[in-house]
């Protein structure tokens, strides 16, 4: 209809355009409908490790513990060369490289156990692989290369050579398409041989080891495509991107590195190109591809972090729970104060379903299921919650949490890294996309049935509105029905996840209603709506990652363990109080916050009925000799073994 205003303008419309377009068909977006999924959990189930994956983990264990201390590595913000050398014997920059190119080839479920491993030892070292394994050149050539670049890149990359990926910029962040590096065509004789790239790229890991020395040999590289160099100012609806792979020993490369509050050892900095040529054969995809082939790459790349933060939360448990037990105040354990044990409890609750967002991630990414919302909720959930447990653990351990592990080890007391992991683990709600912008682009893609749809009416496009209807209307008596297609297929009765499924189809029902509801009302200004956005995405992220949960504890090798089913229910409860809140002077007393039951449950922790959900890791100072006490190295010991149901 003419004079009608685009509902994307911008930044947003160039994203609509970079957008993929590819119907989603993964449980998150089924919840904005109304639609519950279920069939995606029921449909997998918990994969063994692989040999191969037992085999690098039994070698990379040892390779942690003996040359890997890191508090050196934060004191002097250097991982050593005679580490790189040892886990490029091991195999570690090849690890989901496929076998036929010399790398490993690890599943993605295997790949998030030595994620998790990693997380739970030292951060910088965990960033370096998992920059260069799930977002430097290796994904992005397996996703987009051709067999040309396969076979003349992953070969020199599963030997041990480093990557990175270069996407933000001075002044382009979350708005990646305000990109100002541009790579220039260069023609001869009317064929396109080639780029010349020129820009400055910010905050690329792996890129420099110090000023002027770059760690990583090749890099990913988004920038615009033009052919004169102020097009670069164009507007960004006429922005076309490319992905480029670029060679750092190239003429015009240049490197410095950043120094940062937490992960000190991660070799992070700013990479300026100077007129870098880069042959047409190295560019990966197609011309204008660019951006979704960043977008891509992250999506699964995206999914290391929530298994490196599984890790750092296994160990905030086995910390808390050390100091729970040993420290005595007012004649007894303060883990038996239910103000500390309720935040032990949550730390394990949180475990266990973080657990479970791990591994039904990691399976259905192996699967080919669609992942591309479910990996930022991961992200999201695993970040926040890892926070906020380390929160806890600071006041679990009073002021030696806030004392170094210098301090605690010069006096003879158990170093443990409260302070280190909190600075550690903060950038973990800033990258691969904060945690605010994630949840929005959530809210964006949610949405996407009911913002093609809508565009419709909004213009008025007489023959897209019937085809539009029919949508509409299924989603308006889906959400309105008494009894959802979910509900008539329940849990077996007498089921522990009977209520809970009533619970998902009731919420799911309910977020559709509300999402109908806030589209007809606000149209072109719901994309402004970003708190009410917000409050969509969380109570999607919510049911998300409680059904995620419900899936896991009804696996034979989970069930039966010790508290899981008390663990399932506390989260779980927490998850429906989001939903329907106590009022803060009721005296009704939600199930959750009962100080009888997290009494009872916390001294049950604190007796090692859960010690499961620490298993997969490298408990701290379990090989510091500060360490005393035979009962506690035999713990130490148990944990340290690998689970392959852990």
Same mark, same amino acid.
């Given at each position: 209809?003419?004079? +009608?205003?685009?509902?994307?303008?911008?930044?947003?419309?160039?994203?609509?355009?970079?957008?993929?377009?590819?119907?989603?068909?993964?449980?998150?977006?089924?919840?904005?409908?109304?639609?519950?999924?279920?069939?995606?959990?029921?449909?997998?189930?918990?994969?063994?490790?692989?040999?191969?994956?037992?085999?690098?983990?039994?070698?990379?264990?040892?390779?942690?513990?003996?040359?890997?201390?890191?508090?050196?590595?934060?004191?002097?913000?250097?991982?050593?060369?005679?580490?790189?050398?040892?886990?490029? $014997?091991?195999?570690?920059?090849?690890?989901?490289?496929?076998?036929?190119?010399?790398?490993?080839? /690890?599943?993605?479920?295997?790949?998030?156990?030595?994620?998790? @491993?990693?997380?739970?030892?030292?951060?910088?070292?965990?960033?370096?692989?998992?920059? !260069?394994?799930?977002?430097?050149?290796?994904?992005?050539?397996?996703?987009?290369?051709?067999?040309?670049?396969?076979?003349?890149?992953?070969?020199?990359?599963?030997?041990?050579?480093?990557?990175?990926?270069?996407?933000?910029?001075?002044?382009?962040?979350?708005?990646?398409?305000?990109?100002?590096?541009?790579?220039?065509?260069?023609?001869?004789?009317?064929? /396109?041989?080639?780029?010349?790239?020129?820009?400055?790229?910010?905050?690329?890991?792996?890129?420099?080891?110090?000023?002027?020395?770059?760690?990583?040999?090749?890099?990913?590289?988004?920038? $615009?495509?033009?052919?004169?160099?102020?097009?670069?100012?164009?507007?960004?609806?006429?922005?076309?991107?490319?992905?480029?792979?670029?060679? +750092? !020993?190239?003429?015009?490369? #240049?490197?410095?590195?950043?120094?940062?509050?937490?992960?000190?050892?991660?070799?992070?900095?700013?990479? $300026?190109?100077?007129?870098?040529?880069?042959?047409?054969?190295? #560019?990966?995809?197609?011309?204008?591809?660019?951006?979704?082939?960043?977008?891509?790459?992250?999506?699964?790349?995206?999914?290391?972090?929530? =298994?490196?933060?599984?890790?750092?939360?296994?160990?905030?448990?086995?910390?808390?729970?050390?100091?729970?037990?040993? #420290?005595? $105040?007012?004649?007894?354990?303060?883990?038996?104060?239910?103000?500390?044990?309720?935040?032990?409890?949550?730390?394990?609750?949180?475990?266990?379903?973080?657990?479970?967002?791990?591994?039904?991630?990691?399976?259905?990414?192996?699967?080919?299921?669609?992942? #591309?919302?479910?990996?930022?909720?991961?992200?999201?959930?695993?970040? %926040?919650?890892? @926070?906020?447990? @380390?929160?806890?653990?600071?006041?679990?351990?009073?002021?030696?949490?806030?004392?170094?592990?210098?301090?605690?080890?010069?006096?003879?007391?158990?170093?443990?890294?409260?302070?280190?992991?909190?600075? *550690?683990?903060?950038?973990?709600?800033?990258? %691969?996309?904060?945690?605010?912008?994630?949840?929005?682009?959530?809210?964006?893609?949610?949405?996407?049935?009911?913002?093609?749809?809508?565009?419709?009416?909004?213009?008025?496009?007489?023959?897209?509105? &019937?085809?539009?209807?029919?949508?509409?209307?299924?989603?308006?008596?889906?959400?309105?029905?008494?009894?959802?297609?979910?509900?008539?297929?329940?849990?077996?009765?007498?089921?522990?996840?009977?209520?809970?499924?009533?619970?998902?189809?009731?919420?799911?029902?309910?977020?559709?209603? +509300?999402?109908?509801?806030?589209? =007809?009302?606000?149209?072109?200004?719901?994309?402004?709506?970003?708190?009410?956005? +917000?409050?969509?995405?969380?109570?999607?992220?919510?049911?998300?990652?409680?059904?995620?949960?419900?899936?896991?504890?009804?696996?034979?090798?989970?069930?039966?363990?010790?508290?899981?089913?008390? @663990?399932?229910?506390?989260?779980?409860?927490?998850?429906?109080?989001?939903?329907?809140?106590?009022?803060?002077?009721?005296?009704?007393?939600?199930?959750?916050?009962?100080?009888?039951?997290?009494?009872?449950?916390?001294?049950?922790?604190?007796?090692?009925?859960? *010690?499961?959900?620490? =298993?997969?890791?490298?408990?701290?100072?379990?090989? *510091?000799?500060?360490?005393?006490?035979?009962?506690?190295? &035999?713990?130490?010991?148990?944990?340290?073994?690998?689970?392959?149901?852990?």
């Amino acid at each position: 209809m003419a004079g +009608t205003t685009p509902l994307f303008q911008g930044s947003l419309a160039v994203a609509e355009a970079s957008r993929d377009t590819k119907r989603y068909a993964g449980f998150l977006s089924g919840l904005f409908e109304g639609i519950v999924r279920r069939h995606l959990f029921d449909s997998y189930s918990i994969p063994p490790l692989s040999e191969t994956g037992t085999a690098f983990l039994e070698r990379l264990r040892p390779l942690l513990i003996e040359k890997v201390d890191p508090d050196t590595v934060d004191r002097e913000g250097e991982i050593g060369e005679d580490i790189l050398t040892a886990l490029k $014997q091991i195999g570690a920059f090849g690890l989901k490289i496929p076998k036929t190119y010399g790398g490993l080839g /690890l599943s993605q479920s295997d790949y998030h156990r030595v994620a998790t @491993l990693l997380g739970s030892h030292d951060a910088a070292l965990t960033v370096l692989l998992s920059a !260069h394994n799930s977002i430097g050149v290796p994904e992005p050539v397996k996703l987009a290369g051709d067999q040309e670049q396969q076979q003349r890149w992953l070969p020199r990359l599963a030997n041990g050579e480093i990557s990175g990926f270069a996407l933000t910029e001075p002044d382009a962040g979350c708005d990646i398409w305000d990109l100002k590096t541009y790579a220039l065509r260069v023609w001869d004789g009317g064929e /396109l041989v080639g780029y010349r790239l020129t820009g400055e790229k910010m905050y690329t890991t792996n890129a420099p080891r110090r000023d002027g020395e770059f760690l990583a040999s090749l890099l990913v590289v988004i920038a $615009q495509i033009v052919d004169e160099p102020h097009e670069v100012a164009r507007p960004k609806e006429q922005r076309r991107f490319g992905a480029f792979v670029v060679e +750092t !020993h190239a003429p015009g490369c #240049r490197c410095s590195r950043f120094r940062f509050m937490g992960v000190r050892g991660i070799y992070n900095g700013r990479v $300026q190109l100077r007129d870098v040529f880069v042959p047409v054969a190295d #560019r990966l995809g197609q011309e204008g591809e660019g951006l979704r082939r960043a977008l891509e790459t992250l999506t699964v790349g995206r999914l290391t972090l929530p =298994a490196a933060c599984l890790g750092s939360l296994k160990q905030c448990l086995w910390l808390a729970r050390r100091r729970a037990q040993q #420290r005595i $105040q007012y004649d007894r354990s303060i883990g038996e104060h239910t103000d500390i044990g309720s935040k032990l409890v949550r730390m394990a609750s949180r475990t266990l379903a973080l657990e479970a967002l791990v591994a039904i991630t990691g399976v259905w990414a192996d699967a080919k299921v669609d992942v #591309r919302l479910e990996s930022a909720a991961a992200k999201i959930l695993a970040s %926040e919650w890892l @926070l906020e447990s @380390l929160i806890d653990l600071l006041r679990i351990y009073g002021g030696r949490g806030f004392e170094t592990t210098d301090s605690l080890r010069l006096r003879g007391e158990m170093p443990a890294p409260v302070e280190r992991m909190i600075r *550690d683990s903060l950038i973990n709600v800033i990258w %691969e996309g904060t945690n605010g912008i994630l949840t929005l682009w959530i809210g964006r893609e949610g949405l996407a049935e009911y913002v093609a749809k809508g565009n419709a009416f909004l213009e008025f496009r007489i023959k897209e509105i &019937a085809q539009a209807l029919p949508f509409f209307a299924r989603v308006a008596a889906r959400s309105l029905r008494a009894a959802s297609a979910y509900e008539r297929k329940p849990a077996a009765p007498g089921s522990p996840a009977t209520d809970w499924d009533r619970f998902v189809a009731r919420e799911s029902r309910e977020l559709a209603r +509300t999402t109908l509801w806030v589209t =007809a009302r606000h149209r072109h200004g719901l994309i402004r709506k970003q708190r009410l956005l +917000t409050r969509l995405v969380t109570a999607g992220m919510q049911l998300f990652a409680g059904e995620a949960l419900a899936w896991y504890a009804s696996q034979p090798d989970v069930r039966d363990r010790p508290l899981c089913r008390a @663990l399932v229910a506390d989260f779980q409860g927490r998850v429906e109080e989001l939903f329907d809140p106590t009022p803060l002077l009721s005296l009704r007393t939600p199930r959750w916050d009962d100080d009888t039951r997290l009494f009872h449950l916390a001294k049950e922790i604190l007796a090692g009925q859960a *010690d499961w959900l620490e =298993a997969g890791i490298i408990p701290s100072g379990s090989v *510091d000799q500060t360490l005393a006490g035979t009962s506690c190295d &035999a713990e130490a010991e148990h944990l340290m073994g690998v689970s392959s149901k852990g």
